[in-house]
């Protein structure tokens, strides 16, 4: 591999704020390719493994089994404990809301969900992982709704197997035009009471498929990921809190490694990154200004090309406080699209049922992950009553202990029931696309800052007309499939819930063709600030319905390789 | 400048990675579970096993007794709260050939809980509905065991809709269950656990198993 020479003039070739899904493939791919690189992360440093203090721990080994305090909760995770993810296990991984407020507008709910660690929410996700597909990179296009995503599926494709291959996706090749297939590793099993789900629901909807979940878990670790020290999913689904195993793909346990061990990559933790400082004379970025959490120092370090990948709207934070002269209002901002757009999955809706039968079937470990089924409305099935579409997750599992609680019953014969495995049931939920409306958008108090003396991020954004019938649609469909599986006691839900929460937020600094409709070009590189990258979740012209931290990943893996070529041709 | 990214660097480089491609290998499959049962739990499980008949009333003794500072150490329940959880708890879940509710230290769990885990308001009135139970019951303590455990099944059996004063038993019954099957005996011993399944995989019996704890 070519290494470049020293930085010259600057402290490092590459800075990359974040160290999340996004970051982390930055810096592996930068300090692969021999460039000095910089890693600011805003969270706490952990040791991958020996850091991991609750793993592998049953529930009586924690003051509280796993329960964090009510009051706890309350004053201290406004928002995070709402996330399901969210207890005394997991506690650590997660920001402490109270430490970092941020404020919202026009009398709208966002329940923002934030990591505290280095690795960002890379340690924290579900693991689930799709392609977009054609359909979903011309939707914009078609429908008028947000600007023309500048790249195709083709343009992503590729990027899609290279990070696939690296980071290891478990799932079953199905042809599917809507989901592409992606080079995987052997899927997860079905149960019993799923494959007949699925046979069911197939022939009473041959537009529907059930599927089995695509996971970021190895079920066939190749020598690659072996030689990082990762190893194959154990199944023991206690994945937040961190799993020294490498069984799933974190930046702790695959992309800051694969950095780390070229030697080229400085990392840097509690460094809360504040401005991305520009240079009206080259008209470049020049590096950044932060500050350290814990002794206040303020920081400048400069680099040749700068990489935010706060997250969507930790990204959008940083642009909009990065002011000077030639961009009042936040470096590259023109004014049309930075801060704007901001989007997030409708999620909260679905079904239960309970299952008759299946008394000599079970299993054993804990799947981590579920079934899928991918987008047919308005795919195989049109419908007039919204644009664009949802999928589900779903599972079967059997009833345990906890299916007791709020029942009827005491003593032997209870406590004896208890001990056997209780009945089937089965849960399915939705996640729905999100259109783009400028008004949903995300600005800088006036007044108000934070214990480090950022300006907070204010945030006003709601689900609108679209995204409510989508929702309704999800619920009521749940119900139809359930049925079509032949269950019983079927219940559908659809849980009053706030952007936020569904915990896919993108747009913000979106890509697109010209920096009239757009933040970004089709190389995620800034419009008007030719060494200034975005790769996360804010670069997403549209959130299409599918889990979108793949996309993310090979976004970051597809920029930071046009970069490289920039930097050796001696444009950047 | 540089200064400032030396210090940074050695102060807080990350030690990442250094998880070795055999650890894995050598646990692939083992099966370890931490065996570091709480000394009280054992003693207790071992004498309810063991065949020693103890009463409801006795294992809540036997509690008190235990370890000289046990009064002390309960934050929020007296005595006499104490022994009266303890004792509706065993009836909800009595010993079986595993321990019951008292045996695996259920009701310190729910003096934790009233002190930690639920709000002010709820712990108030969860008290208070405890208070008026022995109130209505006021020989409940010293009842003989069948007379106790009618007392109970007959409020278990209005579950779902509890006379007024006395809702709490609905958040008790709660406890009482989170208490048994997150306790180690509950979950290992009473129900199945497996940290490291090492796989998911499906499978047909002719016999009813254990369920997982988790
Ligand atoms: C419980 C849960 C389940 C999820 N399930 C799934 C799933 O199944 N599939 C899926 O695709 N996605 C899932 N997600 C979402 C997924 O985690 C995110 O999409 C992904 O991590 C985003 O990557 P990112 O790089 O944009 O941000 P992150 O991974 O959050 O990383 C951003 C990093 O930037 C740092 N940072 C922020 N601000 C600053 C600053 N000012 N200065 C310096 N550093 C800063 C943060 O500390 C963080 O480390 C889930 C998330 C959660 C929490």
Redesign the pocket.
Known sequence: MKTVQKPGNYDFDVIV????????WVAKEMCERGYKTAV????EALEHGADYKTEGKGPWELPGRGNVSKQEALQDYEHVRL???FDEFTKRHFIKDRDHPFTVKDGKRFDW??????????L??????YRLSEMDFMANKLDGHGCDWPIRYDDLKDWYSYVERFAGISGAAEGLPQLPDSDFQKPFEMNQVEKDAKASIETAFPGRKVIMGR?AHLTEPTEEQLDLGRGPCQARNEC?RGCSWGGYFS?LSATLPAADRTGNMTLIPN????EVVYDEATRRATGVR?VDMVSGDRVFISARVVFV????L?TA??LLNSRSTAFPNGIGNTGHALGHYLMDHVSGAGATAMIDGYEDHYYSGRRPTSLYIPRFRNVTEQTDKFIRGYGFQGEATRASWNSAIGAKGVGKEFKNKIQLQGPWRFWLTGFGEMLPRHENHVSLSATETDAWG?PLLEISCAYGDNENRIKDDMQQTAIELLQAAGFRDIQGFRRESYPGIA??EMGTARMGHSPEDSYLNGKNQCHLVDNLFVT??AAMTSTACQ????T?MALSARAAAYADEQLKSGVL | MQNHIAKFADNSKVKIGKCNRFHFRFQMGRKTINQGIDRRQILIGVAVLMGGSLLPGSVAALENSDAGARDASFSVLTKKQFRTLSVIADIILPETDTPGAVGVGVPSFIDWALDTWLLPEETSAFLAGLENFSQQNARFLTAKSAVQETVVRSLDQQLHDLPTGLEFYRQLKELVLIGYYTSEIGATLELAYDPIPGGYQPFTTENSVKAWAT
């Open positions: 704020v974040g160290s999340g899904m996004s970051g982390g600011l992360d805003r969270g996330c399901y993810a969900i934030r990591s505290s660690s280095v690795g960002g929410k890379s924290l996700w579900h693991r689930h992982s996971c937040q930046s460094a809360q990154v504040q932060m990948c706060a997250s969507t930790g934070h940083i950022m915990i896919h996360d979740g889990n979108p931290s793949l993310f």
